[in-house]
């Protein structure tokens, strides 16, 4: 999902340091469920689209 930003630039807009986004990108880190959501409403996307997208249907 392309938005233009920039990883830091994303990680601040839903509060969230660069570094540990970054580590949730590369699969590093579990996301509890209310980081998931910070995540959503940044994207825009519901957890279900999301998941979705992510499993490449």
């Not at 880190?29 to 980081?35: P, S, V």
Request: hydrophobic content about 35%.
């Amino acid at each position: 999902m392309a938005l233009g930003y920039s990883q830091e630039t994303f990680a601040d807009e839903i509060g969230m340091h660069r570094t540990y986004y970054s580590a949730i990108e590369r699969g590093e880190k579990n996301l509890q469920l209310n980081t998931l959501r910070r995540v959503c409403e940044g994207l825009g996307v519901s957890a279900w689209q999301l998941m979705r997208e992510a499993e490449g249907e």
